[in-house]
């Protein structure tokens, strides 16, 4: 069954949304492949090791020489296992980013036009009020716009669930240290169930979501030596935010 919210798509909404749906699938696949390449190996060898310990060790008369080089190539094989998590780990770190000095009402205004493409199918009202001034930031403009971006699809989808019109607040303002965003949604509000979860990696409340959003967009601001979190409003909906530092604080 397609909502209606899927019929009033335009052609060109409709794309974007196959294409990211892709990339999501396809990054999600190819992780998962890279796990069980690097792990099945070295948990085959700990089943069998452990079964040959076994047999070593209930014996009339255990063979304990031969049990503890048994129990040595179990230890290799976990270690083994553990550096292939690693290499893995490896591929998705941040280190490498490109961090140039950036403010973030441009990263905004950037995405402006692709935000107001989301608000379109449910009809949302995306209003931004960012300080006239901004201090530079030094980020990888790119991860800090996929946050943004993330946090703001994230948003409409829980005004979509409200029980008023949707709404969607972008606002940023800066103080002495830090560049302070946070994106507000006019939906029901997170659940308290599931407060804890929020930001763990493959937890979602989507039927089709790949729970990577949050944990990807922590793993960034955290790279960025940020903070982000969230809160529920008493007016309802919710508030999630991030801060990042700001690139000369003393300048400031």
Do not use: C
Not at 215 to 241: D, K, M, P, Q, V
């Amino acid at each position: 069954m397609v909502s209606s919210n899927m019929q009033n798509l335009t052609p060109y909404e409709t794309i974007l949304n196959q294409l990211m749906e892709i990339a999501r699938i396809s990054a999600l696949a190819e992780m998962a492949s890279g796990i069980a390449h690097e792990l099945n190996q070295p948990l085959g060898a700990i089943a069998t090791f452990s079964q040959a310990g076994d047999r070593l060790l209930n014996r009339p008369e255990p063979m304990v020489p031969q049990a503890l080089e048994v129990f040595r190539q179990i230890n290799a094989a976990a270690m083994g296992a553990g550096e292939g998590i690693r290499r893995i780990r490896r591929l998705f770190d941040h280190q490498d980013a490109n961090h140039t000095p950036s403010r973030m009402n441009t990263l905004i205004e950037e995405l402006r036009p692709l935000l107001a493409v989301l608000a379109t199918p449910i009809r949302a009202n995306l209003t931004i009020e960012v300080d006239a001034a901004m201090p530079e930031l030094m980020v990888d403009r790119l991860r800090i716009q996929h946050v943004l971006f993330a946090l703001v699809q994230n948003a409409f989808d829980a005004s979509a669930q409200g029980s008023g019109a949707p709404r969607v607040k972008i606002a940023a303002h800066a103080d002495r240290y830090a560049v302070e965003t946070s994106v507000t949604d006019s939906g029901p509000g997170v659940s308290a169930a599931i407060h804890e979860h929020l930001f763990r990696p493959f937890f979602t409340t989507k039927t089709q979501g790949t729970g990577l959003g949050l944990a990807s967009a922590r793993a960034i601001i955290e790279a960025h030596g940020g903070t982000i979190g969230f809160e529920n409003l008493g007016t309802g909906g919710s508030r999630f935010w991030f801060r990042l530092p700001l690139a000369d604080p003393a300048a400031e």
